[in-house]
């Protein structure tokens, strides 16, 4: 009757040995997913925090449904995926506000909606790449030609999170 005993108790600790190994492994894997999370995040907060842009809104030029502007590269993160880029421009008119988020297209034409990145200068490091200290010229097309003297938006945000944005004026739209 006391042998029975001593197996009953050796199997229960046992059972109860495997089940709180089995518990351990499971919070050891749930941290090591969250740790692994909270790093990415925190690596991709960091590169958000390295990357600077800048436009020269005083220098934004409009041609009919065409603006033009020049965005500078002023931070330490190079911005590899320019098509991902989101561009919004709203046009402020006396009585209608009109904004435009505006997708990337590889090839535009005065008809169509859409923005692309005529030239990357200097252009030497990583062609295709906005590296920082380079300039881009992006090109975008509204639906609607901006009125002259009517005041503009134009917000800018890179795949990362990074944006800038501003206002610029309508001075001579042809």
Known sequence: MGFET???????????????????????????????????????????????????????????KNITFVLTNTGDTKIVDIKKMDIVITIYNNSVNNTYWIP????????????????????????????????????????DPPVTGTLGRLALATPNGAMTSGYFRVINNV
């Open 6 to 64: 001593i197996i009953a108790a050796a199997i229960s600790v046992i059972i109860l040995m495997a089940v709180s190994f089995s518990l351990l492994m499971g919070i050891y894997a749930s941290m090591d997913s969250m740790s692994m999370a909270m790093k990415t995040a925190m690596d991709n907060k960091n590169d958000q925090f390295k990357t600077r842009l800048s436009v020269d809104y005083d220098h934004v030029e409009i041609y009919n």
């Open 104 to 143: 990337y297209a590889k090839d535009i034409n005065s008809t169509s909606l859409g923005w692309k990145d005529e030239a990357i200068k200097p252009d030497v490091i990583n062609p295709g790449v906005l590296d920082p200290a380079e300039n881009m010229t992006c090109r975008v097309v509204v639906p």
